[in-house]
């Protein structure tokens, strides 16, 4: 079973996307700031990890520099922020992909697998 981390502070976005994955066989730990998201990253081991970018707490690109000290576990950024600097400073920063909101959850899905395969 694939395991991901979702880390979101919206609290739809974040139920609506664990429901859509558990229903497509995942396991999903949900996490609503950048602070517990590291907390569990750092308890459990997960197979992908799913992040928005403006947390409370830890931001996202703080999160994705920590986690790239030592790990290359596939970071998906969902995100807001959809302006090119953006994009380019956390894909040049250790993200794996940016998706931004609002998204569809099939081309998320397909964008899972896709980091998976690798």
Not at 18 to 47: I, N, P
Not at 80 to 109: C, R, S
Request: net charge negative; hydrophobic share 45%.
């Amino acid at each position: 079973m694939v395991r991901i981390l979702v880390v979101e502070d919206d609290t739809d976005i974040n139920n609506m996307t664990a429901e859509f994955l558990k229903g497509k066989g995942c396991g999903v730990e949900q996490a609503f700031s950048g602070t517990e998201g590291r907390l569990l990253w750092q308890m459990k081991e997960f197979d992908l990890l799913l992040l928005d970018l403006m947390l409370p707490g830890l931001s996202g690109e703080e999160l994705i520099r920590q986690i790239r000290e030592n790990s290359r576990i596939p970071v998906i950024v969902l995100t807001a922020k959809n302006a090119l600097e953006d994009k380019v400073e956390v894909l040049g920063g250790g993200a794996d992909d940016y998706l931004t909101k609002p998204f569809e959850l099939e081309e998320l899905w397909v964008r899972i697998q896709v980091q998976l395969r690798h």
